[in-house]
């Protein structure tokens, strides 16, 4: 079992940067592959960032590929979105996810446990 708590969502200008943190509990963090997702109001919840389990290895949807960086902290049971270049459709509320078994997956169905979720906005 894995409980996963988000934190560091607000509001922002456009172009602005933000760092989620995600504290997960439970002994699995470091055999989890993290994920992040996000849900704009009226849209379905989509990928934004996934992790390895040794953090060797990182995941980006398109839309934020080279503005937003994966990282975690084993040691500290906790999986970070650094957020850079902030635009208005980056609005949304972002959720840390994690994946018990498997590889990497960029889809919502394959990951096991979730956050409540923070909200970002930016403001343009």
């Known amino acids: 079992q894995v409980q996963l708590v988000e934190s560091g969502g607000g509001l922002v200008q456009a172009g602005g940067s933000l760092r989620l943190s995600c504290a997960a509990s439970g002994r699995t963090f470091s055999s989890s592959v993290m994920g992040w997702f996000r849900q704009a109001p009226g849209k379905e919840r989509e990928f934004v960032a996934a992790?390895?389990?040794?953090?060797?290895?990182?995941y980006y949807a398109d839309s934020v590929k080279g503005r937003f960086t994966i990282s975690r902290d084993n040691a500290k049971n906790t999986v970070y979105l650094q957020m850079s270049s902030l635009k208005p459709e980056d609005t949304a509320v972002y959720y840390c996810?994690?994946?018990?078994?498997?590889?990497?997956?960029?889809?919502?169905?394959?990951?096991?446990?979730w956050g409540q979720g923070t909200q970002v906005t930016v403001s343009s």
């Open positions: 996810a994690a994946r018990s078994l498997g590889s990497y997956r960029d889809t919502r169905s394959s990951y096991d446990y």
């Open positions: 992790i390895n389990r040794s953090g060797s290895s990182t």
